[in-house]
């Protein structure tokens, strides 16, 4: 066929998917990974399995890499590092704004171009509607390689910066991270307590589908600078907060999240918000602790 082909540096799950979707769109894909056996499955599908980092670079002038982070990008690409010249290297390893500020340096270094990329989805999602990519570096490159990346994800562009993407992604994961760990803390003191994830589980959903409303009206009083206490006020989401942590200690269960939780708003506490909202925390949460 006359579609185009790309390389993929990187099969772990996140690789592995986005290799499916693009020979599910009839791309030719070129693949290379650290431990080879990883591109069995893909090779039987048709992917071309390079001989080494460079052969992987030279094949096609857009290049993926899916790794855990941007040292996995140097231990890989390093040796071959002269292969970069003329190619685009889509970036979708997560990792700082800085490393990949400092990662676009070094593939420019070497005559490449570099764009950012943070996957918001799963391996599940990559080909499927609804999923989408922040992306960041030169607008031109990035709206002429836009078709393939789409067979990915949808894209969301951020900006020339190099770090946006990476940014906007670690805000969001960051975000992923607690949310999925406050439902496991909830799920360990519901085990503790002889009750199930699944009898958890309707009372999560309900509680993150009303999230929404809360969102958006927490964004616009924090934007407008008002932590007014006649919704709510801190002193009582301390009273809350200690509640859930005793109950959490009561059980045996850790406590290193609900400690967490409650440390943060005593800081509020101290800094003499008791009678604000306890949205007021987000003023104290700009700068690092004293
Ligand atoms: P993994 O961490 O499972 O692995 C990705 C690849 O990195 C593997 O191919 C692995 O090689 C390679 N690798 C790691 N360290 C090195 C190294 N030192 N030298 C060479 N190769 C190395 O990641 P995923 O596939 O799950 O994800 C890829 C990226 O996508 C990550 O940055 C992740 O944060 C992000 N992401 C993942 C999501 C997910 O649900 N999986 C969701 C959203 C984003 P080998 O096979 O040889 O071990």
Request: hydrophobic share 45%.
């Amino acid at each position: 066929s006359s579609k185009q082909s790309v390389t993929v540096i990187g099969l772990g799950p996140m690789g592995q998917a986005m290799v499916h979707a693009l020979l599910g769109k009839g791309y030719s894909v070129t693949v290379w990974n650290r431990t080879p056996s990883r591109a069995d499955a893909l090779v039987a599908r048709g992917a071309v399995l390079a001989k080494s980092a460079e052969d992987a670079l030279t094949a096609n002038e857009l290049v993926i890499v899916s790794l855990t982070d941007y040292d996995a990008m140097y231990a890989l690409l390093e040796p071959a590092s002269h292969a970069l010249a003329g190619r685009v290297l889509v970036n979708l390893s997560s990792d700082t704004p800085e490393k990949a500020r400092a990662g676009a340096r070094w593939v420019s270094e070497h005559g490449g171009i570099h764009l950012t990329g943070g996957v918001n989805s799963s391996p599940s999602g990559i080909g499927q509607p609804g999923s989408s990519t922040f992306y960041s570096g030169p607008h031109e490159v990035f709206e002429a390689h836009r078709p393939v990346l789409e067979v990915l994800t949808g894209t969301d562009y951020r900006g020339e910066d190099p770090g946006l993407a990476a940014l906007m992604y670690q805000i969001v994961v960051g975000m992923f991270w607690t949310s999925v760990l406050g439902y496991w803390q909830a799920i360990a003191l519901a085990d503790a307590n002889g009750l199930t994830a699944s009898e958890v589980l309707p009372h999560a959903t309900k509680l993150l589908t009303g999230m929404p409303g809360f969102l958006s009206f927490s964004a616009e009083r924090i934007d407008a600078g008002e932590h007014g206490g006649d919704v709510e006020r801190l002193a009582m989401g301390l009273a809350s907060v200690e509640h859930v942590l005793h109950t959490n200690a009561d059980a045996g269960v850790d406590t290193t999240l609900p400690t967490a939780v409650a440390a943060l708003f005593r800081r509020g506490i101290a800094a003499g918000h008791g009678t604000d909202s306890a949205s007021s925390l987000v003023k104290l949460m700009k700068t690092a602790k004293a």
